[in-house]
């Protein structure tokens, strides 16, 4: 039900970037293109991919990166939501829109925006354009934004396998991809290293993410379920919006969730949860959006490969529970792990 009242309000503004980008023509050409960014940068937009705004989690983290360049730069930045089954020729449109609108950086909020962002960029070499959680776009004016998930995730795993009272955890991928594979792979390994003898039960939601793996909270729920009647007392979700029914089902029964991406204890739509999520794997979307858009405002865009990791703040793992920052064996555990994975005597597996 929330994605479809979510697209519901996003129509509003889609139909009004259609209206203004209509009086400006529906198709690039090389005029087009190359006076593209001439004029003064509206500022940065973010398209969305699969669960949008509202997720709590990635997308939420991105859209903080983009309110905190227009406070700082005096931006008026502009997101975009999907539609459902949308095609890549879809994404290629709503990139070609905002680049010709004047909006610099243009990201596009998941890895599935990579065809369309090599696509839009050649087309549009004044705009830099930005694509997260994928590195296969080799362009000048492409900025890849990447993390070491897995690093974040071994620390999560490192402190359910201190929490466990039942030796058994969970994990919960959204969808059965290799970029979801990391979570999965780190957490088991922390889990492993520090506790002999506990159970990491894994499952994921769906094959492909237009099956809703990242956007159904009923399914986090319905596979939390699954996982705390097995015995899990502590379950870690890397879902995206699905995640929120993980939470849900963790607090339900008493047991202990692992956030992902941002940090949900402090996410207000996960109040009710919150003294059940015990930590959160975080990467640092709202950092990487927004220093792609002050390299773009300092005239020096940010290009290639730019990966986030422990070492760099790019991923962590947070501590706002009283629960968490206040265990000293949870604290000791975790820092060692870190400090371990930082200086290379730890070597974490991203499958």
Same mark, same amino acid.
């Given at each position: ?11 509003? #503004? ?39 705004? &509202? ?23 502009? #997101?975009?939501?999907? =539609? ?16 010709? =609108?004047? %909006? ?21 070499? !004044? ?26 995730? %071994? ?6 396998? !201190? ?22 792979? @780190?957490?088991? /390994? ?12 894994? =499952? ?21 379920? @699954? ?29 202990? #969730? ?5 940090? =949900? %204890?402090?996410?207000?739509?996960? !109040? ?26 300092? &005239? ?30 949870? /604290?000791?555990?975790?820092?060692? #792990?870190?400090? @371990? ?11």
């Amino acid at each position: 039900m929330r994605r479809v009242s979510r697209i519901a309000v996003a129509g509003v #503004a889609s139909a009004a970037l259609a209206v203004t980008i209509s009086a400006c023509g529906s198709t690039s050409s090389s005029s087009s293109s190359s006076s593209a960014g001439d004029d003064k940068n509206l500022g940065l937009a973010l398209a969305y991919d699969i669960g949008g705004k &509202g997720d709590q989690s990635f997308n939420d983290a991105a859209t903080a990166g983009m309110e905190k360049a227009d406070k700082e730069f005096g931006y008026k930045s502009t #997101a975009v939501e999907p =539609q459902d089954g949308e095609s890549d020729a879809d994404k290629v449109q709503r990139l070609e829109n905002l680049a010709r =609108q004047g %909006y610099n950086p243009v990201i596009g909020v998941g890895f599935a925006y990579a065809p369309a962002v090599k696509e839009v960029a050649a087309k549009f070499p !004044k705009v830099t354009f930005g694509i997260v959680d994928d590195n296969t776009i080799k362009a000048d004016n492409v900025a890849d934004l990447v993390f070491h998930e897995e690093q974040a995730s %071994y620390l999560a795993g490192v402190a359910a396998a !201190k929490a466990t009272k039942s030796n058994v955890v969970g994990f919960i991928g959204g969808v059965d991809i290799p970029l979801i594979h990391k979570f999965g792979a @780190g957490f088991k /390994q922390g889990v492993q290293d520090t506790k002999k003898g506990v159970t990491v039960k894994e =499952q994921y939601l769906t094959e492909t993410a237009a099956e809703g793996g990242f956007s159904s909270p009923d399914k986090g729920e319905s596979a939390a379920e @699954g996982q705390i009647d097995a015995g899990a007392d502590v379950v870690y979700a890397a879902a995206g919006l699905s995640g929120q029914g993980v939470i849900k089902a963790a607090n339900a029964n008493k047991v202990w #969730a692992i956030g992902v991406d941002s940090d =949900q %204890y402090k996410q207000d739509a996960l !109040k009710a949860y919150k003294a059940s999520i015990l930590t959160s794997a975080m990467k640092n979307v709202e950092g990487a959006v927004f220093e792609l858009a002050k390299s773009v405002e300092d &005239g020096k865009p940010q290009s290639g490969e730019i990966r986030g990791s422990l070492s760099n703040g790019g991923v962590s793992l947070s501590a706002s529970n009283p629960a968490f920052s206040g265990n000293k064996e949870i /604290q000791d555990a975790v820092n060692k #792990a870190a400090e @371990g994975i930082k200086s290379g005597t730890i070597t974490v597996k991203s499958s």
